[in-house]
């Protein structure tokens, strides 16, 4: 089992940027898939963004497209979200997971065996 540690929330005033680290420790992570997920209250938690294992291919939800960036580096065993032109509506707790052996990119929860405590992202208007 890995553990994952987000960092790099806070609050921001819309147009700002963030940059979301989830660091890994237990295993390495280059052989899986990572993503991003976001809950915001009172709501589903959703789907942001995932990336391969090698970083090569990357997968975006509409609502962040074009905003936000996922990198790794596998080196560092961190994934990283560069979030860019942030909205109010951005405003959630940010997960990372790792993905379950095999799976290419995975845009659903089920696809993730480990997950991270979540950090919090306050974009203020």
């Known amino acids: 089992q890995v553990q994952l540690v987000e960092s790099g929330g806070g609050l921001v005033q819309a147009g700002g940027s963030l940059r979301l680290s989830c660091a890994a420790s237990?295993?390495?992570?280059?052989?899986?898939?990572m993503g991003w997920f976001r809950q915001a209250p009172g709501k589903e938690r959703e789907f942001v963004t995932a990336i391969n294992w090698s970083g090569g291919s990357t997968h975006y939800a509409d609502s962040v497209k074009g905003r936000f960036t996922v990198f790794r580096d596998n080196a560092k065993n961190t994934v990283y979200l560069q979030m860019n032109s942030l909205k109010p509506e951005d405003t959630a707790v940010y997960y990372c997971?790792?993905?379950?052996?095999?799976?290419?990119?995975?845009?659903?929860?089920?696809?993730?065996?480990?997950w991270g405590q979540g950090t919090q992202v306050t974009v203020s208007s």
């Open positions: 237990g295993r390495t992570l280059s052989s899986y898939s």
């Open positions: 997971a790792a993905s379950y052996p095999g799976i290419a990119i995975g845009a659903t929860m089920e696809s993730y065996d480990d």
